[in-house]
């Protein structure tokens, strides 16, 4: 077993964490032994680790499930302590949320910092799965209802229960936390304008999970199984867990508009049949262009975690770029008309003086020979990673092949409008309100979003289709 052999040669940081989880549930579960430790990938503020726990008297095994809080993150974008989450999940549970049953409460974790340990639930958890394999295609049929239920319920749960939650002012938090970041994006600042031109009127505030979506819940053959990650939760209008199910990025390719699986008409339908309340498209439009803005925000912060030295991860620095993705998808949400490039316009620039292989050659063959040599050798979480530098030397590549062009397109669509200060001066104009967003306005930003998107994913630029019926 990995933890054994870990502890066998010397390997501190796992031996001590496994020891560490067993004085925590000796407590709980008796002596045990923990085995089969692992790290799980994903999570951005949270570690998670699987294991199983084997009583030292014999009989059946545990499988747990360690998370515990990472560093680096930012005061803007932390969430209730684990402590108010044990409450919470407690009284999700008591009014039939699905979730994971706690084995350790953060209150009793001991040497393990700021961390639970809860059962493990079967099910899958990868929302590209869960919206394409075949084996979840009866899930598919019934999960925007239970995921309508389960928000249903979650939002009937009385605010006073879970003290340590706190009111969230999404308009002034996504300010802040742009300011914070120093971010200049003009398309951002168009959502802010429109957000702030169309915010539906405040009801009284409800628990709010704040990242219900596909990867955070758990799913099998019959549907959900478990709702993760509460590490975002807060007071607030209950249609923002219903929003963010919605956003794009949380769809993973899927045609629906609800999880990649079904309308919004179903999603509103089903969750005043469970019990919530009828809820008008319009609100429920502002939450997807507020939640898909929030996703913008939210990969900026990850992304200068990485920058930062807190934690050094290709992941978080590959999701930096994702960051245009958002900036796309609100330009479509809030109807600006697209723009199209000139015959050529995406093609490499000629260098005078070119050594062979370029570059971009170069890269590209270190890219095939991970994907074709190295990754069939791998499986879990090193084939995840794997896939995820091969993608951020992708987007070198095309950088380099294509971005000096895309440079000088920029700088004279903002010389045409007379700015000469970059994006930044752009961006900050609008905030200002120093500049109109007229019809040239709008098609410099968008001009300027779809050139960005084309070096960091130009599949982003094929929106599936999307009915609302």
């Known amino acids: 077993m990995w933890v054994a052999s870990s502890r066998m040669d010397g390997s501190g940081a796992t031996a001590g964490l496994a020891e560490a989880l067993e004085t925590a549930l000796e407590p709980e579960l008796g002596p045990v032994a923990v085995e089969e430790l692992r790290r799980l990938s994903g999570g951005a503020s949270r570690e998670t680790w699987s294991f199983v726990a084997a009583p030292s008297g014999g009989g059946d095994v545990h499988r747990l499930v360690l998370q515990r809080t990472r560093g680096g993150l930012r005061d803007g974008m932390r969430g209730p302590s684990m402590a108010t989450e044990d409450v919470l999940l407690q009284a999700a549970r008591d009014h039939g949320v699905p979730v994971p049953p706690v084995v350790v409460p953060s209150a009793r974790a001991g040497g393990l910092g700021e961390a639970r340990v809860t059962r493990h639930v079967d099910g899958e958890t990868l929302g590209r799965r869960i ?57 951002f600042e168009l959502a802010l304008r429109w957000l702030h031109e ?18 955070n819940l758990i799913v099998d053959g019959s549907g959900l199984r478990a709702v993760l990650d509460w590490e975002l939760a807060h007071l607030g209008d ?53 939640g898909t803005l929030t996703w913008g925000l939210i990969c900026s912060v990850q992304a200068r975690r990485h920058l930062d030295g807190h934690v050094r991860s290709v992941e978080l620095a590959t999701i930096g770029r994702r960051v245009v993705e958002t900036e796309y998808d609100l330009l479509q ?83 045409a409008l007379g700015i000469h200060g970059g994006e930044g001066e752009l961006a900050a104009r609008l905030r200002d309100d120093d500049l109109t967003p007229s019809p040239e306005v709008l098609a410099a930003v968008r001009a300027s979003v779809v050139d960005r998107l084309r070096i960091a994913n130009p599949r982003w630029l094929e929106p599936p289709d999307t009915p609302e019926g």
């Open 131 to 187: 919206v394409r394999d075949e084996r979840y295609a009866p899930a598919r049929e019934v999960l925007v209802g239970q995921c309508a239920a389960a928000l249903a319920a979650l939002h009937r749960v009385d605010p006073a229960s879970v003290p340590g939650l706190e009111v969230l002012e999404p308009l002034r938090r996504l300010r802040a936390g742009l300011d914070l970041l120093g971010e200049s994006r003009p398309a």
């Open 198 to 215: 169309h915010r539906p009127p405040e009801g009284r505030p409800r628990v709010v999970h704040g990242d219900f979506r596909l990867g």
């Open 238 to 290: 209950p249609v923002e867990d219903l929003g963010w199910l919605c956003v794009r990025a949380w769809r993973f390719g899927g045609d629906g508009v609800a999880a990649g699986i079904g309308t919004t008409r179903e999603l509103l339908d089903a969750y005043e049949a469970a019990g919530g309340e009828r809820v008008d498209p319009a609100r429920l439009h502002w939450w997807i262009v507020a």
């Open 333 to 415: 949400l809030l109807g600006v008309p697209p723009t199209f490039p000139a015959p050529g316009e995406t093609a490499a620039p000629r260098r005078l003086l070119e050594e062979r292989p370029t570059a971009t050659e170069l890269l590209d063959a270190v890219r095939a020979h991970l994907d074709e040599e190295v990754a069939p050798e791998l499986e879990g979480a090193a084939a995840f990673h794997l896939r995820v530098a091969s993608n951020a030397l992708a987007i070198v590549a095309r950088e380099v092949r294509y971005g000096p062009e895309a440079d000088r397109r920029a700088r004279a669509r903002l010389r």
